[in-house]
């Protein structure tokens, strides 16, 4: 009996590991990573597009989220083991055109069980 779930196990893990990642359409993902601190200004000019797909990537783990968005600008941590990713999406005190003053910023939230469940835009200082 123990061994039947082992082997559950395994052949779940495995269907998990290879779960595909989805496409997102009608936005060049290597210009989003490469787009750090939004200081090319490439992420505003997409945000919209990516959160209509939002759909698509409810679910995903941190990781597979890193595997499409790249990483992160800043982490945050909330509480019960949930987490934040923060994408800037205008530029910020790292970049050469930055105004002090509030940003807008991507901010999707992980739950407990690592999965992303919701997406919005915040102004931060």
Not at 28 to 52: H, P
Request: glycine share 4%.
């Amino acid at each position: 009996m123990k061994i039947n779930g082992i082997i559950a196990f395994a052949i779940f893990a495995l269907c998990i590991a290879c779960a595909e990642i989805p496409e997102i359409k009608n936005i060049d993902l290597k210009k989003w990573k490469e787009d750090k601190d939004a200081c090319n200004e490439y992420r505003i000019e997409v945000v919209e597009n990516l959160l209509s797909q939002k759909e698509k990537l409810k679910g995903l783990s941190q990781n597979e989220m890193i595997n499409i968005l790249g990483t992160a600008d800043k982490h945050q941590l909330y509480e019960r083991s949930q987490k934040f990713f923060i994408y800037y999406l205008e530029p910020n005190e790292n970049c050469s055109q930055y105004t002090e003053g509030y940003i807008k910023a991507l901010y999707i939230r992980f739950n407990s069980l690592d999965q992303a469940v919701d997406f919005n835009i915040q102004k931060v200082q």
